[in-house]
């Protein structure tokens, strides 16, 4: 019987450290490219030697859940990407029309992650979308092209949704269509009547989510997205 036992050994420091930055992943409480504290402050917080949190966030990069950039700047990434990421780059390169599932899949994803937003958005998240359409708005008065405010529009939009996987799920598809954005809203941008259609679309969103109305949140992000959907074929040469 003794076989069916593994004796217990002491946690190394690195792991323990490893463990904790994980679940709060996990747990949606650190976002999908947010930025994690400096090392000196960090260790400081964790109680640990700077030597202990380098090795937890080795392990970490090694997972595929953080990502150390130039100047040690750390940031969280989508869940997804540890392992999605490099067959669906893959995929999007192989044909526009391939790219164009992708933005199907993302489209619905979208409605229902607005959907569950009217259901669970807090008063402190519905005031971060509001502020966010008046960034809109300013790109719009300064001629500046909207895609990031833009992003970060729907992004929020997936936090009010509570659900941590919609958010991770979402940040991946935007990671992966950087450059079809890029061209899509060059073809939304040639206009004033694309700006303003395109702001006052994301306004009815916000006000379907204000009103905690599922229904009618999910439509207007459709409404939304159908019109996108035409831009996005024109962008890419989809007949």
Known sequence: MKELFTPITPKKIADEITDQIQLLIFQGTLKPGQKLPAERELAQWLNVSRTSLRDALNDLQGMGLVETQRGNRTFVR?????????????????????????????????????????????????????????????????????AKTGIE??????EASHNELHLHLINTFYDLLQEPFRKAWGEVFRDKEGWTKDLNQHKAIVEAIKEHDPSAAENAVRVHLEDVEKVWKRALGIP
């Open 153 to 158: 529009f729907h992004i929020l939009v997936a």
């Open 78 to 146: 989508p869940i997804t990407t540890c392992s999605i990421h490099d067959p669906f780059v893959a995929f999007l390169a192989s044909s526009p029309e391939n790219v164009f599932k992708l933005f199907e899949v993302r489209k619905h994803l979208e409605v229902g992650a607005a959907s569950l937003a009217a259901e669970r958005a807090t008063e402190a998240q519905i005031s971060l979308l509001e502020k966010q359409l008046v960034l809109m708005q300013n790109d719009i008065r300064d001629n500046h092209l909207g």
